[in-house]
């Protein structure tokens, strides 16, 4: 094992050294910084993933990506046996690990195999996949390097999006019962159950089959003309941003949404239905031009309560006893959680901002529905609940309607791809919905309308300064800060306001909602001055974007 991990160490040493004293941290969105400081990094979780592999007895991934940061950033994260994210003490380890001196690495590297109780040598496996940022081929190489410095076997699945590529891992890892895992398999699978719900009539009242799609000139442009080859007719995707540009400039779901406003080079007809993948496919949200020609942002809040309303429908019809749950963070409209606990009936939990918290708690439900109002999220289904699903669909001793609609939550199951947000299943999620209801965009947006709000985040010297408790919807440190922002809030009507930490830089976000958009615009800027004020706020004073 010693002269094992000497070799390790030697080749990270000459070829990837840690070359500044810049600490970095394993944050909800794994590592992301400057493509350029990543480069140890990815050589050293390439190692962590393969022993994290041996200890699992499973295949683990490592994905390249920053999402919906813009081309100089990248970042890495890894992904456990079931498609979820790292496991949170492994977190820990993986931050210790990629801060660890150069001349300490194989040290570092043996206290890890034994305190996890690890056997060096044991079969390790990992994938790996990346986005389509430059700085991605040769991160990438990094990490298969690290993989295979300690004996592991990869799979490189090159450009794929974040969710394909949990969606590879969980296949294998259930020896495939999840589905093959390819991207055969995964367009297969998705594409197989959507076109057996949408039937022989792809337009349904309101509803009309095409829609124009914003590919934040990344993966996800490229995964969705590929897809189209299997979705044959049933659906017409017009593609904007589908590489040509920058990955994420003025384009993609992070920019719709933080900023309200359509990406750039994409027309906008009233009444059109359009929608935005982030970087790396993982987010989703929809928008359109009402008859007034006003933006109208359909964001994951929106996503959710429709996907909830239509599977609690569904459950209803078949007669299966299962709860549906739907789980949000703090960034949920107010507007949206009275419309879920008294439209829906639908119980509404409350978790920190990350979705290894949201999917963690909507695994506590027989159907679990969770998305950040960001657009990432996901349905999920326990055993039992698929079993249940499964044999109501399989019996036709059962009255028409309800084997029907059993049959038609069972086909649902395939649409979703449950190991992680995945922006492509999501949309034809949407789509699945908006045309069983009949609806076009604007019937879906009536449901219930969301209170104004807005973004800003505020550079500071060190992010950590900001603690939060209650599910981050109040601030305990720095001392003051909270009070001051309640008596912010308390001069705005419907007005609230929370501020939380990033968890991959030095920024603190941001978050108002008020009565008009006027208000909480002045809401969110009077917060942001305050943090700015009293979080060690650092280079230009918050102001709005205009």
């Not at 813009?70 to 970042?75: A, I, L, R, V």
């Not at 300064?465 to 419907?494: H, Y």
């Amino acid at each position: 094992m010693a002269d094992l991990l000497n070799k390790s160490q030697q080749l990270g040493t000459e070829k990837y050294p840690r070359k500044s004293e810049k600490w970095i941290q394993y944050g909800t969105a794994g590592f992301r910084t400057k493509a350029e400081e990543l480069t140890h990094v990815l050589y050293r979780m390439g190692i962590l993933a393969a022993f994290r592999s041996m200890q699992k007895n499973a295949i683990i991934g490592v994905m390249i990506t920053a999402s919906h940061n813009d081309e100089p950033d990248n970042g890495v994260k890894l992904v456990d046996p079931h498609g979820e994210m790292l496991e949170a003490s492994w977190e820990v380890i993986a931050t210790k690990l990629a801060n660890a001196k150069n001349e300490d690495l194989e040290s570092t590297m043996s206290q890890i195999l034994e305190e996890n109780g690890i056997t060096i040598g044991t079969n390790a496996m990992v994938y790996v996949g990346r986005d389509t940022r430059p700085s991605s081929p040769f991160l990438a190489q990094a990490a298969i390097d690290g993989i295979k410095s300690v004996q592991g076997c990869v799979t490189d699945f090159g450009v794929v999006s974040t969710p394909q590529l949990h969606f590879f891992v969980t296949c294998q890892n259930t020896n495939k019962a999840y589905g093959e895992p390819n991207e055969e398999g995964y367009f297969s699978k998705i594409s197989s159950a959507f076109k057996a719900l949408r039937g022989s009539n792809y337009d349904n009242g309101s509803y009309q089959h095409s829609l124009s799609l914003d590919g934040a000139n990344g993966v996800g442009a490229l995964k969705m003309k590929a897809f189209q080859e299997y979705l044959g007719n049933c659906i017409e995707v017009t593609i904007y941003n589908s590489g040509d540009g920058k990955l994420n400039y003025q384009c993609g779901a992070d920019h719709v949404k933080v900023l309200q406003k359509p990406p750039q080079n994409m027309p906008l007809e009233v009444g059109t239905r359009a929608a935005s993948l982030d970087g790396d496919a993982d987010r989703l949200v929809y928008f359109y031009l009402d008859t007034q020609g006003n933006f109208k942002l359909l964001d994951g809040d929106k996503i959710a309560t429709l996907v909830a309303g239509y599977i609690k429908k569904l459950i209803k019809e078949s007669g299966v006893n299962l709860n549906v749950g739907l789980v949000q963070t703090a960034y949920a409209n107010g507007s949206s959680t009275e419309y879920i606990n008294n439209t829906l009936g639908v119980e509404v939990a409350c978790v920190p901002t990350g979705v290894k918290y949201l999917h963690h708690r909507a695994l506590e439900f027989d159907v679990g529905v969770y998305f950040e109002a960001n657009g990432h999220g996901t349905v999920v289904f326990s055993s039992a609940a698929m079993e249940t699903i499964k044999n109501a669909a399989a019996d036709e001793s059962l009255p028409a309607e309800r084997n029907a609609a059993a049959k038609q939550l069972f086909l649902l199951m395939d649409v979703i791809n449950q190991t992680v947000g995945d922006a492509i299943s999501d949309l034809l999620l949407v789509e699945t919905v908006l045309h069983a209801f009949g609806w076009g965009v604007a019937e879906w947006d009536a449901a219930y309308t969301d209170l104004p709000n807005r973004q800003m985040k505020v550079s500071v010297a060190d992010r950590n300064v900001i603690q939060t408790a209650d599910a981050e919807r109040r601030c305990t440190d720095p001392p003051g800060l909270q009070s001051e922002i309640d008596s912010i809030v308390a001069k705005f009507n419907k007005g609230r306001s929370f501020v939380r930490p990033s968890g991959t830089e030095d920024v603190v976000r941001v978050y108002a909602e008020a009565d008009s958009q006027a208000n909480a615009d002045k809401l969110a800027h009077e917060v942001a001055l305050k943090v700015y004020e009293l979080a060690n706020g650092v280079g230009n004073v918050p102001s709005l974007p205009k």
